[in-house]
């Protein structure tokens, strides 16, 4: 059977395409391991491993953050907040106002972390900036 | 117009996306390539004008060409004999580039003349301007080796030649092969589309109306004087036919486009010539931009200079095609958006522009162009477009090479590898995205979800052409032309006879499928005669292979039959009956319908809401006797309890009693009726004629109720 005839054979076309959902799906696995592990630890109802997270933390800092896929880097600052990264989470908050200042919830967030730390200058430039858009 | 260009203005202030400013360039250039693409097919199509020809002068010298280099004798044949068929004095002539000494002495068997040259210089161009010093017509007529003229094509473009500027005068290129995959046929709805009808039916006589048709390599008819003017066909370009005629309109001379079939020739049978055919127009096209520029030749008007210019900015097309397909895939992957913000702002403008797009694009094809077969070959052909731009770009010299018109090639994964990358990774980005999706990783769900279904769409536009391109093709050396003639059959199968009347579903001159009402055995010897409208052919072949068919309570068997070698004067009979009746018979079954709106009307008219008695397409012999007249055999074209309509070599006088003996799978269906309706289909030739029942005896009664019957 010629290669033409293969590919318009109905049976080849469906155990190719379930081989090519599986090959997509594997790779799609390979490139985003960090965030859907950091899915998994997000999700779990025990408290995240620290050694864990650190891990995640260290790989996800060495990428920038893509304006339209920065619920990854969401998560990890919430799991981070779990296990009491408080430094962590301010650079991860820091990373993400610089790619979206507009997103107030954000901002909100690292002026409180900021201000617990008692980093009150630099907390108070974010409120300002908070109270000055509205 | 108005509509896309508020879209673009709006796309160029709102939706650049600077952290994906590649992208968001790209897709607004691909918006802005369309915009003028429309506005320049629009300017094309503002007024097509229909020309009625003018009566032909009494003694016009023509000189028939008909340039080959290696095309089997078989194809040359049929346009040789359809050529000397022409009722119009003339002199044919086969301009041989291949100089073979068994063609030199064909031509001189068939009675016409031959002229071959040594060498090859500048491909067709050189040939044909080798002819031109060796002919002394004043008219010459070119014809492909595949274009079989009908008999009256030079009758009716003689004529536009009274006036003294006229310098060419083109006819519509048909291509009679629809098992191509370049048509989409529906025979049962009536619906037939091809790639080319577009251009040749609608775009170049709008372009007649401002002085810009041009020469198309065949089927043209020129005035010598005018050629000698320009010191004959360009030799510069793979496409001497465009480069001819822009130096004609440059010296002011006119052209005439008259948009009627009068010829028909063979469509490239597989994609590998497909391919080749488009290759070469493409670079042939696009080479237009740097040998004699429409915009700065002189000689040209406005209207002419735009026109061309369209033509040579039609070929850019790949560029914008290849960013359509891609744009999503990158967007997918990388979590790129070209718009900056997918909101709703920006989607009811979206939608209300491709809404506007697709309607206003079917209102303005004027039912020629269907949106989604247009789409389909432009994916199929975007890779090639874009690889002649860039060999015409690069200045790489570019080989004319003949479309072969035999025998179907099988195409391997090489000819539709592009096609098949962007469609794996079109279904890739619709996984891939549906991914992330699920996995909350991308934030902005109707951007993603757009570019998922924008993915999916050109996905399954790319499936649309595979499976189109590859399906298997007859592997007949001839293509079998579809249409029905009476046939009358005898065979002896031990000590039986078996003899009766049916009719062809399909034909060429090596065989016939031939529709009987009793099964024939296979292997069998049998004789045929052939009711060719006044004249028979009677002939042995074999049954090759018969089925029993759905219709009609399984009473109907379809016999492959090939004949036993019909001598030459029998197969040159066939094939110009074919040409001459079969196809535009075949052809007046599909009726464009202009607007979207009639086409709805009249799909509720044939669902026979409004007809008081429905009408089957059938094909079935017919006899009718007539007092006065010998009987004569036809086929039906449809049946309805009230009368028949049948296919016709002459016309019957109207209202006339007449005698009808329709053969049905159901026995003899005897009636009278009366002629309501003659329709010319071919001048002189074929018509289509409703009669009506005016009496059916009883007997009859109950084969007609089963026969117009829903369940057949």
Known sequence: MNTIKLIRNKWFLLIFSIFFFGIVWCFFQLVYRNELNLRDLYRGKKPPDPVKVMVLYRKMMRTKPNP????????????????????????????LVRVVPMDKEIRLWLAVELHNQKRYKEAERHFQLLLNER | ???????????????????????????????????????????????????????????????????????????????VFGCMNMRYPHKTYILDDGNRPELAKTAAE???????????????????????????????????????????????????FQDNKVAFVQTPHNYYNV??????????????????????????????????????????VFRKKALQDIGGFATESITEDLHTTIRIYSHGWKGVYHNEILSNELAAKDLKNY????????????????????????????????????????????????????LPIIGVFIGLNPIKSFDFPFIWRCSLFLIVLILGFEFITRGYGKIIFCECYTTLNFFNVIKAAFRSFFGLKSIFK????????????????????????????VIWGGLKLYYDIHSNFKGMTAAIFWNMANGLLVLSVIKKVTRPYYKRKEFRFIGALPVQFSLEDGTESITGLG??????????????FTPLPVGKDISLTLHLGQRFISCKGTVVHAIQADRFYGKVFVCSIRFDALDDEGTDLLCMY??????????????????????????????????????????????????????ITLVTNDVSSSGISVFSYVPLDLGVIIDLEVITPFGKLTAKGATKQVKEIVSWNSYLIGIQFVEIPDSSKDILIRLVSKRQ
């Not at chain 1, 896929?69 to 962590?88: D, N, Q, T």
């Not at chain 2, 031109?132 to 080796?145: H, S």
């Not at chain 2, 080479?287 to 061309?308: A, D, E, H, V």
């Not at chain 2, 003949?402 to 980005?429: C, H, N, R, Y």
Request: glycine share 6%; net charge positive; aromatic share 14%.
């Open chain 2, 578 to 631: 074919c040409f001459n009746t079969v196809l535009p018979q075949f052809r007046y079954r599909f009726v464009v319908r202009r607007y979207v709106f009639l086409s709805l009307l009249s799909k509720l008219y044939r669902r026979g809401q409004f007809r008081k008695h429905v009408r089957r397409k059938t094909t079935l012999p017919v006899v009718i006797r007539n007092n006065v007249k010998a009987p």
């Open chain 1, 68 to 95: 339209h896929e920065m619920a990854s880097f969401y998560r990890l600052a919430k799991v981070l907040a779990r296990v009491e990264k408080r430094k962590e989470v301010i650079r991860i908050l820091r990373k």
């Open chain 2, 402 to 429: 003949v479309t072969k018109k035999s025998m179907g090639e099988s195409i391997s994964i090489q000819d539709i590898a592009p096609q098949l990358i962007i469609g794996l990774l079109s279904f890739a980005g």
């Open chain 2, 179 to 220: 098992d191509s995959f370049q048509f989409r046929v529906n025979v049962e709805k009536g619906r037939l589309w091809s790639e080319q009808n577009l251009f040749y039916r609608l775009i170049m006589p709008g372009r007649d109306y401002w002085n810009s048709a041009f020469f198309a390599g065949t089927a043209a």
């Open chain 2, 503 to 516: 009719v062809t579903k399909d034909l060429n001159e090596y065989g016939i499928s031939l529709v009987a």
């Open chain 2, 110 to 160: 068939w009675g016409c003349g031959y002229i071959a040259r040594k060498e090859r210089s500048h491909a067709k161009a050189g040939n044909l301007n080798h002819a031109l010093q060796r002919t002394n017509g004043e008219f010459l007529v070119i014809f492909d080796t595949d274009c079989v003229p009908q008999p009256d094509f030079l009758e009716r473009t003689l004529g536009y």
């Open chain 2, 1 to 79: 117009m108005g509509v896309y260009l508020y879209y673009l203005v709006y796309r160029f202030r709102y939706t650049i996306n600077p952290d994906a400013l590649v992208l968001s360039i790209s897709f607004l250039y691909a918006d802005v390539h369309g915009f003028f693409s429309i506005s320049l097919f629009a300017f094309q199509l503002w007024n097509p004008i229909e020309r009625k020809p003018p009566a032909p002068p009494a003694d016009a010298s023509v000189d028939i060409y008909i340039p080959t280099y290696n095309e089997d004798v078989s194809i040359i044949r049929k346009t």
């Open chain 2, 275 to 326: 391919n080749v055919q488009t290759l070469r127009w493409a670079e042939g096209n696009m080479s237009m931009l740097y040998k004699g520029n429409p915009l700065f030749t002189k000689g040209l008007t406005i209207s002419q200079r735009i026109c061309f210019t369209s033509t040579v900015f039609g070929w850019l097309f790949g560029f914008p095609k290849l960013i359509y397909l891609l």
